[in-house]
Nanobody, 126 residues
Framework: QLQLVESGGGFVQSGGSLRLSCTVS????????IGWFRQAPGKEREAVSC????????RYAPSVKGRFTISKDNAAKTVYLQMNSLKPEDTAVYYC???????????????????WGQGTPVTVSS
């Protein structure tokens, strides 16, 4: 079964850290780039970060650069998003998504992803 399952979300105080996980099944993670996105209440879904299939290319949204780190463990079939120095404006539901076949370098465009997880909520209190 093709799926991505996020975990690791929760409540944290401003300045704290969380590590999100995205575990995939039904396809070979080595062959795909993965993106992380988030959607805050009342706002559109936005890109956070993406990682290429070989983990050699990493991209970040300006709002999280220097605070968030994306990584992947192909053997564990998992992509991680380490989030440090969290701010209240990071509060959102976080989703991971598989980039379309052929986009091995990854993408921060929502419509270039064809398989999405159900999301994990992150709440950062001030």
């Amino acid at each position: 079964q093709l799926q991505l399952v996020e975990s690791g979300g929760g409540f944290v105080q401003s300045g704290g850290s969380l590590r999100l996980s995205c575990t995939v099944s039904g396809f070979i993670l080595d062959n795909y780039a993965i993106g992380w996105f988030r959607q805050a209440p009342g706002k559109e879904r936005e890109a956070v970060s993406c990682i290429s299939s070989n983990a050699g290319t990493l991209r970040y949204a300006p709002s999280v650069k220097g605070r968030f780190t994306i990584s992947k463990d192909n053997a564990a079939k998992t992509v991680y998003l380490q989030m440090n120095s969290l701010k209240p404006e990071d509060t959102a539901v976080y989703y991971c998504a598989r980039a379309r076949t052929g986009l091995r370098l990854g993408s921060l465009m929502l419509d270039e992803h064809d398989l999405w997880g159900q999301g994990t909520p992150v709440t950062v209190s001030s």
